[in-house]
């Protein structure tokens, strides 16, 4: 019962659509844990309900024990939210933001320095600059900030590296694994399944419903097939060649390759080869890989 | 709260168009409401038609051709003359002593004058029977003022070709209302839809601001702002128009500050119905100002409507708030004659707090 963040048999329709159904899970103290899944999979759903944003229509939810229909009062203070689309004030500058945000909360920029001063410290040379004038980064460093600043003990971070470059990204996550540390629960969503493997523990989401929980070695570890990654010179015509091969089980394009996995018990990557030299591919590749976490969402599809 | 001020401040000093709608606009409606209709006051041409042509009418002729507002156009011989001038169009007003006017003063202490005005033009003719009233009002003052007995000239005023027509001589009051209105209620449901379309309402509910502190705290700005525009109006409508206060300006502060408050709960409920700027502005406009000007009798006279628009006029508080002002600034009277208004602006303001913190949503849902 002592989870930071626990959430049992939830469902939640919008009018017709079901966005999220049935769902259960607990996040352990000082944990970071991520919901991974495509656009639309619910997991924006499941952050507002959390926050106390929205109603669950069935099941309960608790952040620190209270409860997000009854006690959202209190869940109010104790929590800190960053939701998808950025939401600070564009005419304030890094400054004012900070400032203001502080004074909701009863707090101010001074007190809690410490608590952002990692964070902060990037962006305090620009604070004087409009928040609707700066970077995508910069705006993702600002908005951690002053979800920060009133000292929560549960960070709700919903995509916060959507529509942010690679390097900022990377820093980003740098930033999260430093916020762990000092003792903070946090949960990040993100539609990149390369950052499922940053988080201590994921939850593999779909179409409203949790596929998978686990730690992101598990989640590959439970995953059985063989995984082929297959390269010719002929990249166009491979997907249909390679749907039209009797033992294909799956076959999805994944960066500048193919990732294939057979439906043979014990598959045969010669048989594989000969078929598409038949086809006429040449300098055709056929190697044995390791699945990642994406390999592994698509198996549970 | 204070953070929370502050904020909306800046918000509102930094984006050019609501400054433009919060301080340039009273200033042009001013004016204009003000040129147009004060413009055409001086200089007036008029005709006398005197049967009685006796001492004491030379003197009320003299007293109006010579108050700068009115020139004598032309002496009427008989009343077959007057429609025949109106249609000429060079003439705006008749006025027509009866006869042995002066003898009738002095046996009756009574005597009439009739002022027949042009009110195909009725903003002008209202204020030329005003005035003419006016300066008669204050001869018989000056002039008779050491009789033991009550002596009165009864100035009756028709209205021609409009004759149904009351007064409209209410610009200040009428754009005191309007600009109370648009600032007060549009600029609040105009900001408070901006934080839900920005995004930045959802953090704002995952804090633990209450709906009130949010609410008093998006409000506080702009009761302050609309305070300085009446009082901006009322110094202009004194200064450019020589519209003076007749009554208490304390008590005039006052009501407008109540209609102030009573415009920022009709914004605040406008914003918890729209959920962008543009809904918000469209009710606003459509729900607001159209009707606070075409129904509040600012620029038609309620009398002259149809049953149920002068039962609807009823429900628009701006209509209570310009009889108010109107009777404040022009007639001098204090808060015994107003009470019924000012009580009926208070219902209003608190039936609209309750309804907007009753909507307000603590969720986003």
């Known amino acids: 019962m002592n989870y930071p963040v626990a959430i049992k048999n939830v469902s939640k329709s919008y009018r017709k659509v079901k966005a999220l159904s049935n769902i259960s899970f607990e996040v352990n103290k000082g944990e970071l844990f991520g919901i991974i899944g495509p656009d639309g999979a619910g997991k924006s759903t499941l952050f507002r309900i959390l926050v106390t944003l929205l109603k669950p229509d ?18 109010r203070k104790i929590v800190g939210y960053m939701p998808g689309r950025f939401s600070l004030y564009q005419d304030l500058s890094v400054e ?18 410490h608590l952002v001063k990692d ?35 549960v960070l709700f971070l919903d995509e916060p590296t959507t529509g942010v470059d690679a390097v900022s990204r990377k820093e980003f996550w740098e930033m999260l694994q430093r916020l762990k540390q000092q003792g903070i629960t946090i949960l990040v969503s993100t539609p990149y399944m390369d950052e499922a493997g940053l988080c201590d523990r994921v939850a593999l989401i779909q179409n409203g419903e949790i596929m998978e929980i686990d730690s992101p070695e598990g989640i590959i570890g439970n ?30 394009r994944f960066g500048d390759s193919i990732h294939f996995t057979s439906k043979q018990e014990n598959p045969d990557s010669d048989e594989l080869l000969s078929y598409l030299q038949g086809k006429g591919h040449d300098n055709v590749q056929i190697n044995e890989i390791k699945p990642d976490v994406e390999d592994c969402f698509m198996a549970l599809m | 709260m204070r953070g929370f001020v502050i904020k909306e401040f800046f918000h509102i000093f930094r984006d050019y168009r609501s400054m433009l709608i919060l301080f340039g606009m009273p200033v042009v409606q001013v004016l204009l409401f003000g040129f147009a209709i004060t413009n055409e006051i001086n200089d007036a041409e008029i005709a006398v038609l005197d049967y009685s042509k006796d001492n004491i009418t030379q003197e009320i002729t003299n007293k109006i051709t010579s108050s700068g507002y009115f020139i004598l156009n032309k002496n009427l011989e008989h009343e077959g003359q007057v429609a025949e001038e109106f249609r000429k169009g060079n003439i705006k007003e008749v006025i027509v002593f009866e006869d042995n006017f002066a003898k009738k003063l002095e046996k009756n202490h009574s005597a009439q004058i009739q002022i027949l005005s042009d009110a195909s033009d009725p903003n002008t003719a209202n204020l030329l029977t005003s005035y003419t009233s006016g300066i008669i009002r204050n001869y018989q003052q000056q002039k008779f003022s050491e009789f033991s007995l009550p002596v009165e000239i009864k100035p009756e005023s028709i209205m021609l070709y409009n004759p149904e027509l009351k007064s409209v001589f209410m610009f200040v009051p009428g754009t005191i209302t309007i600009i109370l209105m648009l600032v007060s209620a549009m600029m609040t449901s105009i900001s408070i839809a901006k934080e839900k379309e920005m995004g930045t309402m959802e953090v704002l509910l995952v804090s633990p601001l209450k709906p009130w502190q949010i609410i008093v705290g998006k409000v506080m700005p702009y009761v302050l ?11 202009m409508g004194f200064f450019v128009f020589g519209m003076p206060v007749q009554g208490s300006v304390i008590l005039l502060l006052l009501e407008s500050l109540l209609f102030i408050v009573m415009a920022l709960s009709l914004g605040i409920y406008i914003s918890t119905v729209s959920s962008s700027q543009q809904i918000a502005m469209l009710l606003s406009m459509f729900a607001l100002m159209l009707p606070t000007i075409l129904l509040s009798g600012f620029i038609f006279p309620i009398e002259n409507m149809p049953e149920i ?14 009889i108010i002002v109107k009777d404040i600034m022009l007639k001098g009277v204090g808060i015994l004659y107003v009470w019924k208004e000012t009580l009926i602006i208070i219902l209003m303001t608190v039936f609209f707090i309750f309804l907007s913190v009753k909507k307000f949503k603590i969720r986003l849902e």
Request: aromatic share 16%.
């Open chain 2, 309 to 322: 628009l002068q039962w609807i006029s009823h429900l628009m508080p701006s209509k209570w708030f310009i």
């Open chain 1, 119 to 153: 964070i902060y410290s990037q962006i305090e040379p620009f604070k004087t600059r409009l928040a609707g004038k700066l970077s995508g980064g910069m705006k993702q460093k600002l908005a951690l900030s002053c979800a920060l600043i009133h000292s929560p003990t």
């Open chain 2, 225 to 235: 702002l609309s305070f300085v525009n009446a009082i901006t109006i009322l110094l």
């Open chain 1, 223 to 252: 995953y059985t097939k063989n995984l082929y990654k297959v390269k010719t010179d002929k990249m166009f015509e491979i997907i249909n060649d390679l749907r039209d091969y009797q033992y294909t089980d799956t076959a999805y």
């Open chain 1, 96 to 113: 004012e933001n900070m400032n203001f945000f502080a004074s909701i909360f009863k707090t101010t920029v001074k007190e809690n320095y």
């Open chain 1, 58 to 75: 069935e099941g309960e939810a608790f952040v620190e024990g209270y409860n997000v229909v009854n006690q959202f009062k209190e869940i």
